[in-house]
């Protein structure tokens, strides 16, 4: 019979979030969620200042640490300073990230490294400094906010595409690695949601007028969808929570119809490919 007092299951239970980006988007959702199931939050951010509301609404469950992910000795400062304060950190929430558009000619050298250093190398950065701890404990959880376009592309995003692209074949990979040491992975790919991601987030490469009816056209829809996205933030992170710690839960959750309906193109596109050449692929055997 267990005669420990409920508020000391309460407290074990309680788990305890990192999440980077908290302030805004999808990761403000998810410091919501997470509040909202009695959780404690570690906001990783670049300005702490921006939720400064945020912990005065929320004593002692939220704390903040300043993060560019971009940078390797603040995320090395942030998970010692976040483990040093709490003991465990039990959930990793990698969501830092902005949208780029422009064709692969416009986009630049410095932009395509700068985009894979905050959405791939940042990610993967934290997963290496965090999994040590949750190693040591047998237990944990890694959600890798990728996109829709983590598994296919259109005009205009090869550059965004190519970073979330790398973030979910490394966390295929994790995923196969942590599985067996008590350690969950959940690849996340949204569609379009009510962010900033197509307003002030966005970033944009200089236009070369030979690309206007491609890329052109996609600058165009992006920015036309600004506040009119389909996708609930909040819904989102709470089905992203739903999914924690269960035993059935898949590697990739795509999220929002858009994304279900432009996945299945993509792998309708890849098996069409594969039956159609299938024969001249089989010919390269050696005899």
Same mark, same amino acid.
């Given at each position: 019979m267990n005669d420990r007092p409920k508020a000391e299951t309460?407290?074990?239970?309680?788990?305890?979030?990192?999440?980077?980006? *908290?302030?805004?988007? !999808?990761?403000a959702s998810f410091t919501r969620a997470a509040l909202?199931?009695?959780?404690?939050? =570690?906001?990783?951010?670049?300005?702490?200042?921006?939720?400064?509301?945020l912990v005065e609404e929320h004593p002692g469950r939220v704390s903040v640490v300043r993060l560019d992910v971009a940078d390797p000795e603040q995320c090395r400062q942030a998970v010692h300073q976040a483990l040093a304060d709490g003991g465990q950190i039990d959930v990793l929430v990698?969501?830092?990230g902005y949208g780029l558009v422009g064709a692969v000619e416009e986009t630049t050298e410095e932009e395509l490294r700068d985009g894979f250093e905050v959405m791939f190398f940042g990610a993967m950065r934290l997963v290496r400094l965090l999994l040590p701890h949750m190693r040591r404990r047998g237990s944990g959880a890694i959600v890798q906010v990728s996109s829709m376009g983590g598994l296919m592309t259109f005009p205009g995003?090869?550059?965004?595409?190519? *970073?979330?692209?790398? !973030?979910?074949?490394?966390?295929?990979a994790l995923a196969a690695e942590?599985?067996?040491?008590? =350690?969950?992975?959940?690849?996340?790919?949204?569609?379009?949601?009510?962010?900033?991601?197509?307003?002030?987030?966005?970033?944009?490469s200089a236009e070369i007028?030979?690309?206007?009816k491609t890329v052109g056209a996609v600058r165009a829809r992006l920015a036309a969808a600004d506040g009119t996205q389909p996708g609930d933030p909040d819904k989102a992170a709470a089905a992203v929570v739903s999914l924690l710690g269960r035993h059935d839960a898949p590697l990739r959750l795509a999220l929002g119809a858009d994304a279900v309906q432009a996945i299945r193109a993509k792998l309708a596109a890849v098996t069409a490919d594969l039956d159609r050449t299938a024969e001249l692929s089989h010919s390269t055997a050696i005899d």
């Amino acid at each position: 019979m267990n005669d420990r007092p409920k508020a000391e299951t309460a407290a074990r239970t309680t788990r305890r979030w990192f999440i980077t980006g *908290a302030n805004s988007g !999808l990761g403000a959702s998810f410091t919501r969620a997470a509040l909202r199931a009695g959780d404690t939050v =570690i906001a990783a951010v670049r300005r702490p200042e921006t939720v400064a509301r945020l912990v005065e609404e929320h004593p002692g469950r939220v704390s903040v640490v300043r993060l560019d992910v971009a940078d390797p000795e603040q995320c090395r400062q942030a998970v010692h300073q976040a483990l040093a304060d709490g003991g465990q950190i039990d959930v990793l929430v990698n969501n830092a990230g902005y949208g780029l558009v422009g064709a692969v000619e416009e986009t630049t050298e410095e932009e395509l490294r700068d985009g894979f250093e905050v959405m791939f190398f940042g990610a993967m950065r934290l997963v290496r400094l965090l999994l040590p701890h949750m190693r040591r404990r047998g237990s944990g959880a890694i959600v890798q906010v990728s996109s829709m376009g983590g598994l296919m592309t259109f005009p205009g995003n090869g550059a965004y595409c190519a *970073a979330k692209g790398a !973030l979910e074949q490394a966390s295929e990979a994790l995923a196969a690695e942590v599985e067996p040491l008590g =350690i969950q992975v959940l690849i996340v790919e949204p569609g379009a949601f009510r962010t900033e991601f197509a307003g002030p987030a966005l970033l944009a490469s200089a236009e070369i007028d030979d690309y206007a009816k491609t890329v052109g056209a996609v600058r165009a829809r992006l920015a036309a969808a600004d506040g009119t996205q389909p996708g609930d933030p909040d819904k989102a992170a709470a089905a992203v929570v739903s999914l924690l710690g269960r035993h059935d839960a898949p590697l990739r959750l795509a999220l929002g119809a858009d994304a279900v309906q432009a996945i299945r193109a993509k792998l309708a596109a890849v098996t069409a490919d594969l039956d159609r050449t299938a024969e001249l692929s089989h010919s390269t055997a050696i005899d």
